[in-house]
């Protein structure tokens, strides 16, 4: 949806790995952000990005870090995943003056 | 910390009927104002965005807006099953490039 992907789709993983979840956008939009979704909570953002190189924490951000290299790439790391980063990650983007639309989302399970 | 609220759900009307999701918000200095859809396993998808009191119409949506009271509603006229999904209202600050979801209110339309 408005040019954005994902990846992976779905990810199971061990408690301590590194993990990265990568968005990747065709529209050339200068905001990026992380959230994610989990039951109770809603949706809650983790790391965004205004532009190349710059980046900024939401209110989650603990045990993650991002990188912006490219315009069209967004990089979301867990450093050592824990069991309380199993969650749904939803990125999305953001054109000047326009809503931020949603890519489909990772689901991500850390056992 | 900025807060948004939203009727607590879920909501269940019948086909045909209106129905009417309510958000309020804490902080004042909000300057725009999104109701996005979400079905279950799928992504926020922006259905209505507001950004001055009043009224705003597309097709069987209305989404009301009083920054005095620091509130913003989302009515669905002739309510379809197909609208069944969880509703999510956001609010941006003045910047207008991070956003602060409420939780969602289920809504199911029965035929």
């Known amino acids: 949806d408005a040019g954005i992907t994902q990846s992976p789709r779905h990810k199971v993983t061990e408690t301590g790995t590194p993990v990265t979840l990568r968005c990747h956008q065709t529209?050339?939009?200068?905001?990026m952000y992380w959230y994610r979704q989990d039951p109770g909570h809603g949706l809650r953002l983790i790391h965004y990005?205004?532009?190349?190189?710059?980046?900024d924490k939401g209110e989650v951000s603990d045990g993650y870090s991002v990188s912006r290299s490219k315009t069209e790439d967004f990089l979301l790391t867990l450093e050592s995943a824990t069991s309380s980063q199993t969650s749904v990650y939803f990125c999305?983007?953001?054109?000047?003056?326009?809503?931020?639309?949603f890519g489909d989302g990772t689901r991500l399970s850390i056992l | 910390q900025k807060e948004v609220e939203q009727n607590s759900g879920p909501l269940s009307v019948p086909e045909g009927a209106i129905a009417s999701l309510n958000c309020t918000y804490s902080?004042?200095?909000?300057?725009?104002f999104f109701w996005y859809r979400q079905y279950s396993g799928k992504s926020p998808e922006l259905i209505m965005s507001?950004?001055?009191?009043g009224d705003k119409e597309d097709g069987r949506f209305t989404a009301q807006l009083n920054k005095a009271s620091q509130y913003v509603s989302l009515l669905i006229r002739d309510s379809q099953p197909s609208d069944s999904a969880t509703y999510l209202c956001?609010?941006?600050?003045?910047?207008?490039?991070?956003?602060?979801f409420g939780k969602g209110t289920l809504l199911t339309v029965n035929p």
């Open positions: 999305a983007i953001r054109g000047d003056n326009q809503p931020q639309h």
């Open positions: 529209e050339n939009h200068r905001y």
């Open positions: 990005s205004y532009g190349v190189k710059d980046t």
């Open positions: 902080d004042r200095v909000s300057q725009s």
């Open positions: 507001i950004y001055s009191n």
């Open positions: 956001a609010v941006g600050g003045g910047s207008n490039y991070k956003l602060t």
